[in-house]
T-cell receptor, first 108, second 114 residues
Framework: GENVEQHPSTLSVQEGDSAVIKCTYS??????FPWYKQELGKGPQLIIDIRSNVGEKKDQRIAVTLNKTAKHFSLHITETQPEDSAVYFCAASERSDFGTGTRLTIIP | DAGVIQSPRHEVTEMGQEVTLRCKPISGHNSLFWYRQTMMRGLELLIYFNNNVPIDDSGMPEDRFSAKMPNASFSTLKIQPSEPRDSAVYFCASSLNDRGYGYTFGSGTRLTVV
């Protein structure tokens, strides 16, 4: 299956600043890259996704960039707010192989 | 739609007992996935179904685990006999199909085997 590496494992950001989470994958055939947010006691929730024919996608304060040549993609959260605190997972391939997660903490 | 519905939310059982986890996917979704989440191993895909047919069960840890999907609106994951190392949160997720669509996850079942 796909090997997905995610960094960092933990990230603390001052409220209002930006947060960036990066993932790399191994299978060049992968063409679908979703990001999930998991809050305490809940299941992961899809927040944004990108397909391999697109380099960047934005939805309000969240954006994802994809570099297929380098096989990496990133999640960018701007103007962070306390409710952004959660664990974020990236995934690659059609049947999502998940990264190990990033625990994001927004410091008020 | 009420989303993906899992039951029970919590299950505490003694080692050796049979455990059955249940899932109702979103109506119209053709793919259903069972994941296990632990601190050590993260999110692991156990098995997935497409149009009620098991497609890939390579993630099922051993013969003690079995999963069924008798119809489009119901699936079960069974552990028999259960062991303490099976303690984890088990998630069910559904998707339009298994080709490049995001998943909708249920709230999970927290299983504790003592």
């Amino acid at each position: 299956g796909e090997n997905v590496e995610q960094h960092p494992s933990t990230l603390s950001v001052q409220e209002g600043d930006s947060a960036v989470i990066k993932c790399t994958y191994s299978d060049s055939a992968s063409n679908y890259f979703p990001w999930y947010k998991q809050e305490l006691g809940k299941g992961p929730q899809l927040i944004i996704d990108i397909r391999s024919n697109v380099g960047e996608k934005k939805d309000q304060r969240i954006a994802v960039t994809l570099n297929k040549t380098a096989k990496h993609f990133s999640l960018h959260i701007t103007e962070t707010q306390p409710e952004d605190s959660a664990v974020y997972f990236c995934a690659a391939s059609e049947r999502s192989d998940f990264g190990t997660g990033t625990r994001l903490t927004i410091i008020p | 739609d009420a989303g993906v519905i899992q039951s029970p939310r919590h299950e505490v059982t003694e080692m050796g007992q049979e455990v059955t986890l249940r899932c109702k996917p979103i109506s119209g979704h053709n793919s259903l996935f069972w994941y296990r989440q632990t601190m050590m191993r993260g999110l692991e895909l156990l098995i997935y179904f497409n149009n009620n047919v098991p497609i890939d069960d390579s993630g099922m840890p051993e013969d003690r685990f079995s999963a069924k999907m008798p119809n489009a609106s119901f699936s079960t994951l069974k552990i028999q006999p259960s062991e303490p190392r099976d303690s984890a949160v088990y998630f069910c997720a559904s998707s339009l199909n298994d080709r490049g669509y995001g998943y909708t996850f249920g709230s999970g079942t927290r299983l504790t085997v003592v």
